[in-house]
């Protein structure tokens, strides 16, 4: 059996135990940039129907533009006690859920229903956190 995935804190660089600490990601951040982006496609649909025509490629470079102004929110593992918004209600999930491959898949599964997610780096945190600890 492969060993546990162990969770390095952001803050201290210290593993953490289950109980004490969890990946963490400002979901509100995150729905406010789902948000803006859902605004911004209706206005430029809205746009395209008033000339009747297909978008056209300058339409796609200004879709690219405004993503790239909105970077992704990230996710990070922490301590409860180390992390600087731990009084904010940030959406979390305890490292204790997270301990192997079949745990990651249910979070990525449970996170892939919600609409938010593709706001955050969630792909590149599973693959700096846990495909670098497999590098090891
Ligand atoms: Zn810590």
Same mark, same amino acid.
């Given at each position: 059996?492969? !060993?546990?995935?162990? $969770? +390095?804190?952001?803050?201290?660089?210290?593993?953490? #135990?289950?109980?004490?600490?969890?990946?963490?990601?400002?979901?509100?951040?995150?729905?406010? #940039?789902? #948000?803006?982006?859902?605004?911004?496609?209706?206005?430029?649909?809205?746009?395209?129907?008033?000339?009747?025509?297909? /978008? !056209?490629?300058?339409?796609?470079?200004?879709?690219?533009?405004?993503?790239?102004?909105?970077?992704?929110?990230?996710?990070?593992?922490?301590?409860?006690?180390?992390?600087?918004?731990?009084?904010?209600?940030?959406?979390?999930? @305890?490292? @204790?859920?997270?301990?192997?491959?079949?745990?990651? /898949?249910?979070?990525?599964?449970? /996170?892939?229903?919600?609409? $938010?997610?593709?706001?955050?780096? $969630?792909?590149?945190? /599973?693959?700096? +956190?846990? @495909?670098? #600890? @497999?590098?090891?």
């Amino acid at each position: 059996m492969a !060993a546990p995935f162990v $969770w +390095t804190c952001h803050w201290c660089n210290e593993p953490i #135990a289950d109980d004490t600490g969890y990946i963490t990601v400002d979901d509100t951040a995150a729905l406010e #940039a789902t #948000a803006a982006w859902e605004r911004h496609e209706r206005e430029e649909d809205e746009a395209a129907a008033a000339r009747e025509s297909r /978008l !056209a490629f300058t339409d796609m470079v200004k879709l690219r533009d405004v993503a790239d102004k909105n970077p992704k929110i990230v996710w990070y593992p922490s301590h409860v006690a180390c992390d600087p918004r731990r009084e904010n209600p940030d959406y979390w999930i @305890g490292v @204790g859920r997270l301990r192997n491959l079949r745990d990651v /898949l249910a979070v990525n599964d449970h /996170l892939s229903t919600k609409r $938010w997610t593709a706001h955050t780096d $969630w792909p590149a945190f /599973l693959l700096r +956190t846990i @495909g670098a #600890a @497999g590098d090891e």
